[in-house]
């Protein structure tokens, strides 16, 4: 069993950054790639990101490349995803998520962005 609990989200104004932790319990942490996902109001969840369990291999989702950064620090059972350059359509819930098939889910942190 793994049990994630994300942080760091809140509110700024477009072009600003957050950076947001996940921070997981339970020791197949490391075993596991780590996903972020999102949603916006009316919207269904979408992915942002993910981390393979040893931290060698990252993906983007297009809308996020180049402004949205994934790292991991296994020694803290952490996953993290910096945000800069943040626009108003990043609004939304943040979750993690990691297991063999993203069974796992935190419950989620609110970014929002203020044009």
């Known amino acids: 069993q793994v049990q994630l609990v994300e942080s760091g989200g809140g509110l700024v104004q477009a072009g600003g950054s957050l950076r947001l932790s996940c921070a997981a319990s339970?020791?197949?942490?490391?075993?596991?790639?780590m996903g972020w996902f999102r949603q916006a109001p009316g919207k269904e969840r979408e992915f942002v990101a993910a981390i393979s369990w040893s931290g060698g291999t990252t993906n983007y989702a297009d809308s996020v490349k180049g402004r949205f950064t994934v790292f991991r620090d296994n020694a803290k059972n952490t996953v993290y995803l910096q945000m800069n350059s943040l626009k108003p359509e990043d609004t939304g819930i943040y979750y993690c998520?990691?297991?063999?098939?993203?069974?796992?889910w935190g419950q989620g942190t609110q970014v929002t962005v203020s044009s």
């Open positions: 998520a990691t297991g063999p098939e993203y069974d796992y």
């Open positions: 339970g020791r197949t942490f490391n075993r596991y790639a």
